[in-house]
T-cell receptor
Framework: AQRVTQPEKLLSVFKGAPVELKCNYS??????LFWYVQYSRQRLQLLLR??SRESIKGFTADLNKGETSFHLKKPFAQEEDSAMYYC??????????????FGEGTQLTVNP | NAGVTQTPKFQVLKTGQSMTLQCAQD?????MYWYRQDPGMGLRLIYY???????DKGEVPNGYNVSRLNKREFSLRLESAAPSQTSVYFC??????????????FGPGTRLLVL
């Protein structure tokens, strides 16, 4: 069975500082990985997915299969980045009806 | 286009009472999901429906039942509520993006308190 671990429940940085939210996974196959974000009083929404190799709102995440990690990074944090971030994994081979396994979440606070 | 809607927003139940959480989506998605969110545990999948007419258990199905009424609606029923079911419940629906990878869209959540 797959598992996603986010070791930091809380992360606090100052505006303009780099930020890295850690995500580690265990899965025997080739996973698809996502970052979802929940801003205060808003719905959970997709931030980015590894297969797209995209940068959204300045965030990037690289899949490191050797270290089984998918850390989320941003070089200069902004106050509006304060939110709860969830790392999620989808097992390979699933298309529609794909079950996501979520990590425990990291609450990021960016201080002025 | 409302996306994914959930009712009620908040509910208080007594132990042993039953209730149904409603979810609807207007995006013509095939897949729908029910999660619960608990502090320190992230989101855990309760049940999901890959398409109209099918439902499957997720990680934590005990104490719940679901009905995929039609393509739009996916309800979650607690037959006999227990305090351990106090949680925030999220419904989501999914569509394929780029032909192979599904993006899930979430509802606003239902806060349930079981006394």
């Amino acid at each position: 069975a797959q598992r996603v671990t986010q070791p930091e429940k809380l992360l606090s940085v100052f505006k303009g500082a780099p930020v890295e939210l850690k995500c580690n996974y265990s899965y025997s196959g080739s996973p698809e990985l996502f970052w979802y974000v929940q801003y205060s009083r808003q719905r959970l929404q997709l931030l980015l997915r590894h297969i797209s190799r995209e940068s959204i709102k300045g965030f990037t995440a690289d899949l490191n299969k050797g270290e089984t990690s998918f850390h989320l990074k941003k070089p200069f944090a902004q106050e509006e980045d304060s939110a709860m971030y969830y790392c999620a994994l989808k097992a390979s081979g699933e298309t529609s009806g794909s079950r996501l396994t979520f990590g425990e979440g990291t609450q990021l606070t960016v201080n002025p | 286009n409302a996306g994914v809607t959930q009712t009620p927003k908040f509910q208080v139940l007594k132990t042993g009472q039953s209730m149904t959480l409603q979810c609807a989506q207007d995006m013509n998605h095939n897949s729908m999901y029910w999660y619960r969110q608990d502090p320190g545990m992230g989101l855990r999948l309760i049940y999901y429906s890959a398409s109209e007419g099918t439902t499957d258990k997720g990680e934590v199905p005990n104490g719940y039942n679901v009905s995929r009424l039609n393509k739009r609606e996916f309800s979650l029923r607690l037959e006999s509520a227990a305090p351990s079911q106090t949680s925030v419940y999220f419904c989501a629906s999914g569509r394929l993006a780029g032909g192979f990878q599904e993006t899930q869209y979430f509802g606003p959540g239902t806060r349930l308190l079981v006394l």
